[in-house]
């Protein structure tokens, strides 16, 4: 998830090549920019659990804004992930134990595929990228290509990870990547891909984190047509 400091119109609609599809009963206004991934705009209140949610509002630039964020993976990756469902919605809030808060995106398995919960009113590129390093971070972790123990290398001799620690900016990219491990890859990710080259010059921990990740989807999934580089790579220029 990102956490802020701060009746469904189906938009988009194509499932060629995905796994299964996910079920939306209606479905008004269909587009197609990226294979397997829906993205809709929500109208009403929905509970999910750890978190709540309002209708969108104008949802017009966040709806772009998903857009450019996915041109950005190169063709063919998307659909490797299985069935994205990119829910945009208002007012995200957090209940139970993370109550209290105002949240930019969560991501959730849903079947198959994802489930990506994004506050239309809050949204940036860099929330689309840190949630779309969940979804490649729970991908990589179940096949085993992530792991704790290597990612471990790359944090201090002895870190844990948890809520209120002095920042260590060598090793980690903010306070909130302290906090959980997912959080930090996926932190680590989200800035590649904000900043580009150059971004972790200065930290060869978070250098290193980026690396490593690189590698692991390198190494998971097809990259046949892929450029030379992809932007996150371009990062450890
Ligand atoms: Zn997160």
Same mark, same amino acid.
């Given at each position: 998830m990102k956490r802020l400091f701060g009746v469904v119109l189906l938009l988009l609609l194509a499932f060629s090549g995905c796994a299964s599809e996910i079920d939306n009963p209606e479905p008004i206004e269909t587009k197609s920019f990226a294979s397997c991934i829906t993205v809709t705009v929500s109208r009403e209140h929905r509970d999910f659990g750890s978190f709540t949610a309002g209708p969108a509002g104008d949802a017009d630039s966040a709806v772009k804004l998903v857009q450019a964020a996915l041109e950005r993976y190169p063709a063919g990756f998307t659909d490797q992930w299985g069935p994205v469902e990119i829910l945009l919605v208002g007012d995200l809030t957090g209940t139970e134990s993370f109550a209290g808060g105002r949240y930019a995106g969560f991501t959730q398995r +849903? /079947?198959? /595929?994802? !489930?990506?919960?994004? $506050?239309? $009113? !809050? +949204?940036?590129? /860099?929330? *689309?990228h840190h949630e779309i390093a969940h979804i490649l971070d729970g991908i990589l972790t179940e096949a085993g290509a992530l792991t704790e123990t290597e990612w471990m290398a790359f944090c201090p001799s002895g870190f844990a990870y948890g809520p209120e620690q002095a920042l260590c900016p060598d090793f980690f990219a903010d306070a909130y990547a302290m906090t959980d491990i997912r959080e930090d890859r996926a932190r680590t990710f989200e800035e590649a891909m904000l900043w580009g080259p150059g971004v972790y010059a200065d930290s060869p921990a978070l250098w290193l984190k980026l690396e490593y990740l690189s590698r692991? *989807? !390198?190494t998971h999934f097809d990259t046949i047509g892929w450029p030379e580089k992809t932007d996150w790579e371009l990062a450890l220029e």
């Open positions: +849903l /079947g198959d /595929g994802w !489930r990506m919960v994004l $506050d239309a $009113d !809050r +949204l940036n590129a /860099g929330t *689309i692991a *989807i !390198r």
